[in-house]
Protein backbone atom coordinates (compact mmCIF):
# COMPACT_ATOMS: atom_id res chain seq x y z
CA UNK A 1 0.00 0.00 0.00
CA UNK A 2 1.19 3.74 -0.62
CA UNK A 3 2.29 5.43 2.16
CA UNK A 4 1.49 9.53 2.12
CA UNK A 5 4.32 11.05 2.91
CA UNK A 6 4.17 14.49 3.38
CA UNK A 7 7.72 16.96 3.51
CA UNK A 8 7.58 20.15 5.69
CA UNK A 9 8.50 23.75 4.23
CA UNK A 10 12.16 23.53 5.92
CA UNK A 11 13.12 19.90 3.61
CA UNK A 12 11.01 21.47 0.86
CA UNK A 13 13.53 24.39 0.65
CA UNK A 14 16.41 22.47 1.65
CA UNK A 15 15.82 20.57 -1.43
CA UNK A 16 15.45 23.61 -3.67
CA UNK A 17 18.33 25.07 -2.49
CA UNK A 18 20.56 21.87 -3.72
CA UNK A 19 18.65 21.50 -6.97
CA UNK A 20 19.79 24.85 -7.68
CA UNK A 21 22.77 24.50 -6.77
CA UNK A 22 23.53 21.61 -8.16
CA UNK A 23 22.24 23.57 -11.62
CA UNK A 24 24.48 26.49 -10.95
CA UNK A 25 27.47 24.21 -10.15
CA UNK A 26 26.88 22.06 -13.49
CA UNK A 27 26.29 25.23 -15.77
CA UNK A 28 29.88 26.58 -14.83
CA UNK A 29 31.82 23.50 -15.48
CA UNK A 30 30.94 23.74 -18.90
CA UNK A 31 32.68 26.91 -19.20
CA UNK A 32 35.38 26.08 -17.49
CA UNK A 33 36.05 23.07 -19.70
CA UNK A 34 35.65 24.83 -22.75
CA UNK A 35 39.08 26.85 -21.50
CA UNK A 36 40.46 23.78 -21.55
CA UNK A 37 40.08 23.05 -25.13
CA UNK A 38 42.88 23.70 -27.94
CA UNK A 39 42.42 26.88 -29.43
CA UNK A 40 41.67 27.65 -32.68
CA UNK A 41 43.77 29.09 -35.18
CA UNK A 42 42.55 33.27 -35.48
CA UNK A 43 41.97 35.04 -38.53
CA UNK A 44 44.40 37.71 -39.37
CA UNK A 45 42.94 40.75 -38.14
CA UNK A 46 46.28 42.91 -38.63
CA UNK A 47 45.49 44.40 -41.74
CA UNK A 48 41.88 45.81 -43.17
CA UNK A 49 40.45 44.54 -45.93
CA UNK A 50 40.32 47.08 -49.15
CA UNK A 51 36.98 48.75 -48.85
CA UNK A 52 34.67 48.82 -50.82
CA UNK A 53 35.07 45.17 -52.24
CA UNK A 54 35.73 44.94 -55.87
CA UNK A 55 32.39 44.21 -57.87
CA UNK A 56 32.19 40.50 -58.98
CA UNK A 57 29.43 39.75 -61.62
CA UNK A 58 27.01 36.77 -59.97
CA UNK A 59 26.35 34.04 -62.29
CA UNK A 60 22.27 34.16 -61.45
CA UNK A 61 21.60 29.64 -62.32
CA UNK A 62 24.51 28.79 -59.89
CA UNK A 63 23.27 31.26 -56.76
CA UNK A 64 19.60 30.10 -57.93
CA UNK A 65 21.07 26.20 -57.95
CA UNK A 66 23.17 26.33 -54.49
CA UNK A 67 20.38 28.13 -53.00
CA UNK A 68 18.02 25.04 -53.78
CA UNK A 69 20.33 22.44 -52.41
CA UNK A 70 21.23 24.28 -49.86
CA UNK A 71 16.96 24.97 -48.92
CA UNK A 72 16.04 21.10 -49.52
CA UNK A 73 19.74 19.45 -48.01
CA UNK A 74 19.73 21.82 -44.63
CA UNK A 75 16.56 21.99 -43.72
CA UNK A 76 15.60 25.57 -45.28
Known amino acids: MS ?3 QIS ?3 FMKGV ?3 VA ?3 VTGGLGGLLTG ?3 PEAAADTTTA ?3 PLPYQK ?3 DAVRER ?6 EKGG
Not at 67 to 72: L, P
Request: hydrophobic residues 40%; contains cysteine.
Open 49 to 51: PEW
Open 22 to 24: GVA
Open 36 to 38: CAA
Open 58 to 60: IDA
Open 17 to 19: GVT
Open 3 to 5: ENK
Open 9 to 11: RKD
Open 67 to 72: AYKAYF
